[in-house]
């Protein structure tokens, strides 16, 4: 069945990056792009980046452009999300998702809370 | 302001219908991009409801519905049931933005 797993919940401090992950499993890694979608506290959702595991290709919101870097490793079927110069507006939940050829996200991750506070 | 307009609430009575509408313009769903719609729970991931604008994944109830006319779309829920109260999300992409995804500011539907 297809898995979508993140990494633990992240506290970091404002002005500092944070990393986190996402591993897939029950489908072909290559065949379905990843995207990352964000909430935060009592906000909606939002959309941040998508990659193409298959060539590494990337695309980001211009929300986030120059602060959000992501990538991949084949070899483990996972998708890293690297945020940099955090701020308090960036606590949220981050979920990946896999993404099928008509742009919808059908398998979900479980989420990834990550707090900046000093 | 999402790009993708939807109202912050509606509401209805167990066995009402309710519709949820999403507005965008000519560079997202007048642009021929898809719709998708999403339910969200708290403490959950959002969960895929419609997809390509009518179409329903496996396991959803056909009570859910979706269509697209021009810059909208729209997603009805029919026979309301109280575990249908949730948010629900519009999603499409954006030309005017690199063809970048975009999300609707969400919808909370409660059944009274």
């Known amino acids: 069945q297809v898995q979508l797993v993140q990494s633990g919940a992240e506290v970091s401090q404002p002005g500092a990056s944070v990393k986190f992950s996402c591993q897939a499993s029950?489908?072909?890694?290559?065949?379905?792009?990843i995207h990352w979608v964000r909430q935060a506290p009592g906000q909606g959702l939002e959309w941040m980046a998508s990659i193409n595991p298959s060539g590494g290709s990337t695309s980001y919101s211009q929300n986030f452009r120059g602060r959000v870097s992501v990538t991949r490793e084949t070899s483990t079927s996972t998708v890293n999300m690297e945020l940099t110069s955090l701020r308090s507006e960036d606590t949220a939940i981050y979920y990946c998702?896999?993404?099928?050829?008509?742009?919808?996200?059908?398998?979900w991750g479980q989420g990834t809370l990550v707090t900046v506070s000093s | 302001q999402s790009v993708l307009s939807q109202p912050p609430s509606v509401s209805g009575a167990p066995g009402q219908t309710v519709t949820i509408t999403c507005t965008g313009s000519n560079s997202n769903i007048g642009a021929d991009y898809d719709v998708h719609w999403y339910q969200h729970l708290p403490g959950t991931a959002p969960k895929l409801l419609i997809y390509a604008n009518v179409n329903r994944p496996s396991g959803v109830p056909d009570r859910f519905s979706g269509s697209k006319s021009g810059t909208s779309a729209s997603l009805a829920i029919t026979g309301l049931q109280a575990d249908d109260e949730a948010h629900y999300y519009c999603?499409?992409?954006?030309?005017?933005?690199?063809?970048?995804?975009?999300f609707g500011g969400g919808t909370k539907l409660t059944v009274l």
């Open positions: 998702a896999r993404g099928a050829v008509a742009g919808y996200l059908d398998y």
């Open positions: 029950g489908y072909i890694f290559t065949y379905y792009y």
């Open positions: 999603q499409s992409y954006d030309s005017s933005l690199s063809g970048s995804g975009v």
